[in-house]
């Protein structure tokens, strides 16, 4: 019995999700591989994995060519199967890295890595009210691979998110011509040469371009199985999508392959940054087998025209992903045609177990109670669930699980106070025993300017009732 090759089960994939087992037998695995824009079954010989098992056990470092050069012509086994390298390798480094390399499936989905990428949409956003854990999301299930981030926010442009030329401060080799004077003598001690600082002009690539160049070049790099690569705009409606997008737009209408259905033309300027980027030495200089005829119905030497740059188009392994804050939705509007390039994911308002609470003094309140019963309350004045409160919507300090009145007030308070209740029903922040004082979010601070612990109190008793203050453990009654 080979022991290694018996670890994989049905329904286990590679991280790269190009590899799924999707049947097995004494001898062999019965095995899904995407290549590029298709898929095929192939059947894996269990003792020719052992092989391959054992090599990178050994060599883990090692490339797939390595492994068949050192295996080939050393096996029993019908050599055809060699031809399988690419699949067998990453099947091998499954067994050998299970960590990192296998996103355990069938009766295994309780593994550590259930949380990587499974066959999401090439272009999604994540939305939801502020708190959620979108980013955090996204963070978790892209931290494995190469991610560009980006923020948009009013002032972005395509000259933000694609690139453009800026004055840059540059060191220059100056040459210094030697004086000649009016008898004709020349000052020899002049010549020479000496360094000057200048302003030029350079092209200075941004998150976009940056992401296009690294999807093309892992693309080109990695033959049967491309690694990913993430760009991810943080807050997208905070910007203006057909503004900062601009003739791109038309690239996010991927094909089943993954591929944009309509590549564009690139501008002079894009064309000869993304030309020099993918040449010899260029910083994202591309393999020389790299071929991609076929993938967009009649265009010829399409290869060619993505290696020059004079065409823009996005491969199948560049994922584009973003986060979207429904309270935000209204300042700048996404149209239709721009939302149906997108597959949408709503990140629902949960308990994340973290054990948070509020400090009152001497007391505290349970921070998931908190949100459940404000939320209660923003509900009913907007009638709507775009203004509530996510459990990340304030967090404690770093290594601490106690949120302080001083956050508390300036972060959660101001928020309520200000974007949800103030032109509405304000009787929560009643906090004064004094019925003819005014309603303001001042009465939260005293007069030197601290927190104004019993009206944090009465706002809290307003929102979870008395019985949901608790006394601190370490605070101890003295009685004389």
């Known amino acids: 019995m080979i022991e290694d090759s018996e670890k994989l089960n049905i329904g286990d994939k590679s991280a790269d999700l190009r590899i799924e087992i999707v049947d097995k037998d004494r001898l062999c695995y019965m095995v899904k591989v995407e290549s ?3 898929y095929g079954i192939r059947t894996i010989s269990k003792q020719l994995l052992q092989e391959f098992v054992n090599y990178f056990r050994l060599h883990p470092q090692d490339s797939t060519n390595e492994a068949r050069e050192a295996l080939t012509g050393k096996s029993d086994l019908d050599k055809f199967e060699y031809g399988y390298a ?4 990453r099947m091998a480094k499954m067994i050998v890295n299970p960590d990192e390399e296998c996103i ?6 309780n593994s550590n890595n259930s949380k990587h990428i499974n066959i999401e949409p090439l272009q999604q956003i994540y939305y939801g009210a502020p708190g959620t854990g979108k980013s955090y999301e996204i963070n978790d299930i892209t931290k494995s691979y190469s991610t560009i981030r980006t923020t948009f926010h009013p002032d972005s442009d395509y000259s933000t998110f694609v690139g453009a030329y800026k004055p840059t401060m540059v060191e220059s080799e100056v040459q210094v011509v030697p004086v000649v004077t009016t008898n004709g003598i020349s000052l020899e001690h002049n010549k020479g040469t000496y360094k000057e600082k200048r302003i030029t002009y350079q092209y200075v690539k941004q998150a976009f371009l ?5 999807a093309w070049k892992k693309y080109a790099e990695s033959g049967e199985t491309p690694q990913p690569q993430f760009l991810i705009i943080e807050e997208i409606n905070r910007g203006n999508c057909a503004q900062i997008f601009g003739d791109l737009f038309q690239l996010l209408d991927r094909s089943d392959n993954g591929f944009s259905s309509y590549p564009i033309e690139a501008d002079t300027d894009l064309q000869h940054e993304i030309s020099k980027a993918f040449g010899k030495g260029g910083e994202y200089a591309l393999a020389d ?3 991609i005829e076929g993938v967009v119905p009649g265009y010829d030497n399409i290869t060619k025209a993505v290696k020059e740059g004079t065409v823009l188009l996005l491969p199948s392994n560049l994922y584009i992903w973003a986060t979207m804050n429904t309270s935000d939705q209204s300042l700048f509007p996404i149209d239709s045609a721009f939302k149906r390039r997108w597959d949408w994911k709503y990140v629902k308002i949960a308990d994340a177990h973290k054990d948070w609470t509020i400090q009152c003094g001497n007391e505290y309140c349970d921070w998931w109670t908190f949100i459940c019963e404000i939320n209660k309350k923003i509900a009913k004045e907007t009638s709507s669930d775009d203004k509530k409160l996510g459990y990340f919507f304030c967090k404690p300090k770093k290594g ?3 949120i302080s009145e001083g956050k508390f007030v300036g972060k959660v308070l101001f928020y309520l106070w200000n974007d949800v209740f103030k ?3 304000t009787s929560l922040f009643k906090v004064s025993d004094n019925d003819e004082d005014e309603v303001t979010f001042e009465a939260f601070y005293t007069e030197n300017g601290t927190e104004n612990i019993d009206a944090i109190r009465k706002f809290l008793v307003a929102v979870v009732g008395d019985e949901n203050l608790k ?3 370490n605070e101890e009654d003295v009685t004389e």
């Open 104 to 109: 355990k499936g069938g009766k295994c989905s």
């Open 289 to 291: 087998g790299f071929d």
């Open 210 to 214: 940056k992401a296009y160049l690294s």
């Open 471 to 473: 006394r601190n453990n």
């Open 423 to 425: 032109d509405g029903d």
């Open 36 to 38: 590029r824009d298709s």
């Open 86 to 89: 690419a699949t067998l390798t």
């Open 400 to 402: 601490e699980t106690t």
